[in-house]
């Protein structure tokens, strides 16, 4: 059995690690190992490249993926799917760690009903909203990008008499926003998942000026669409002078932590296991309460992921 690693959609932390886990391992168990570069548009172009220790030599520390990404349209299209697999059988590979999201496992899952195709999905999104884990790789280094920019904005902001709007990623999951704000102690978190009380909080913020309050805090979910709009509301409604910080794609690079880095060696390690162990695989590896097991693709595209209670009880409290 040869087996081949990709990486698609969105980059994220940890993914170097995986990849390096993936090779010396895959290797130390006796399998010829394959790099697919440029996500499934190398895929679909034959982008692949036989893989040894001296490629992933001195790639533990970096962020982004040696291997690249993309997103692809032309996987969409049955004939584009086909030369894909076709070129996976040259290379005589019949086992793939995929490195993606969502869109990457509902690709994989709509690849795997056409052909006999065996893989294991490893959530990599920094946006945490794969359904059945707990945890997605990446997450935990995004989250320390933002703690510390948050910190220091916090800084100029008291300095200044200053509301800051900040606004982090997550397209349809606030999950990055609601433990930012959490960690940090935001006045203000605006997330998909819950209406906003604007009232409420303008009648709390509005008392704790009157009391002393001299700064303001707000963190919005780029999902939400209300980054302009909470910026204008806080200088109409609490007059205070406010700036907006996007934080962007800086929140998808640096370094891996020691927890995104531990996290993609426990998850190659079983999903490498779990490939040589079953003929047809086609699951995703999950983590849930310390613990490491799988779960069928269908179950995971056909689910939505939620916020835990947790989190929103604590988005509430800052009401």
């Not at 690249?68 to 086909?82: I, P």
Request: glycine fraction near 8%; proline fraction near 3%.
């Amino acid at each position: 059995m040869a087996l081949a690693i990709i990486c698609s959609g969105g980059d994220a932390p940890g993914m170097n690690p995986a990849i390096k886990k993936f090779v010396d391992y895959a290797t130390l168990k006796g399998r010829k190992t394959y790099f697919i570069y440029d996500g499934l548009e190398g895929l679909i172009d034959n982008k692949i490249e036989e893989a040894s220790y001296k490629d992933v030599a001195g790639i533990m520390h970096l962020g982004g993926t040696i291997i690249r990404s993309s997103r692809s349209q032309r996987f969409y299209e049955y004939s584009y799917r086909e030369q894909a697999y076709k070129n996976l059988q040259k290379h005589n590979i019949d086992g793939l760690i995929v490195l993606g999201g969502d869109g990457s496992f509902r690709a994989m899952e709509k690849f795997s009903t056409e052909f006999p195709i065996n893989f294991v999905g490893i959530p990599s999104t920094i946006d945490n909203d794969i359904y059945g884990s707990q945890y997605s790789l990446g997450v935990d280094t995004s989250l320390n990008v933002i703690r510390d920019a948050l910190d220091k904005i916090r800084d100029t902001a008291s300095s200044f008499n200053r509301a800051f709007v900040v606004e982090v990623m997550g397209r349809e999951c606030g999950y990055l926003a609601a433990v930012s704000a959490v960690v940090s102690g935001a006045e203000i978190c605006v997330i998909p998942e819950i209406d906003f009380p604007k009232e409420a909080i303008e009648k709390k913020l509005q008392k704790e000026l009157e009391n002393g309050r001299n700064y303001i805090l707000a963190i919005v979910a780029e999902g939400t669409g209300q980054t302009a709009q909470i910026h204008s509301w806080l200088e109409a409604t609490m007059g205070m002078e406010t700036r907006t910080t996007v934080l962007g794609h800086v929140q998808r690079g640096g370094n891996p932590t020691v927890y995104d880095r531990l996290m993609a060696f426990d998850f190659v390690m079983n999903g490498v296991d779990y490939l040589l162990e079953n003929k047809e695989s086609n699951k995703v590896v999950v983590f849930n309460d310390g613990k490491i097991s799988f779960v069928s693709i269908e179950t995971v595209v056909s689910n939505h992921y939620k916020l835990p209670q947790y989190l929103l009880n604590a988005i509430h409290y800052l009401d």
